[in-house]
């Protein structure tokens, strides 16, 4: 995975993600919230640029003060294949599942990818 930082890249992203809108609007506005200032200090990442096949925003690491606190600790997605979005979930890269979280996204099988690795990883689902 990929940290965009550079504001160029994240205008370029707010680009691409407002040509697939309405399925991209939570993990756009966090791109915009990001480019914006930061105030929620949270971390825009890519799995390629700029030909990416997900875009994930998580709280920064350094920032997580409760593991338990899954209101702080929100996560958007957008992807384009869901083989991507899948990789993601069962890597250590992108999720820590040992704390609790929140998923943002508006796709099609977004839920059925997360409880089918929640369930293989032994985790509940609420």
């Known amino acids: 995975m990929l940290i965009l930082t550079c504001p ?3 205008r370029r992203l707010e680009e691409a993600l407002r040509k697939s ?14 480019a914006r200032g930061n105030p929620a200090s949270h971390e825009v990442l890519v799995d390629s640029w700029p030909h990416f096949r997900l875009v994930f925003t998580r709280l920064r690491p350094e920032e997580h003060k409760d ?3 899954f209101y702080t600790n929100q996560l958007t997605v957008y992807y384009r294949e869901e083989g ?16 609790a979280f929140q998923i ?3 796709q099609e099988g977004l839920y059925q ?3 089918a690795v929640a369930d293989a990883k032994g985790l509940r689902l609420e």
């Open 21 to 34: 809108l309405p399925a991209t609007l939570p993990v756009l506005g966090a791109v915009m919230t990001v």
């Open 67 to 69: 593991p338990r606190d």
């Open 8 to 10: 160029g890249q994240l």
């Open 84 to 99: 991507a979005w899948r990789a993601l979930l069962e890597g250590t890269e992108g999720l820590d599942w040992s704390r």
């Open 113 to 115: 990818a997360v409880r």
């Open 104 to 106: 943002q996204g508006m």
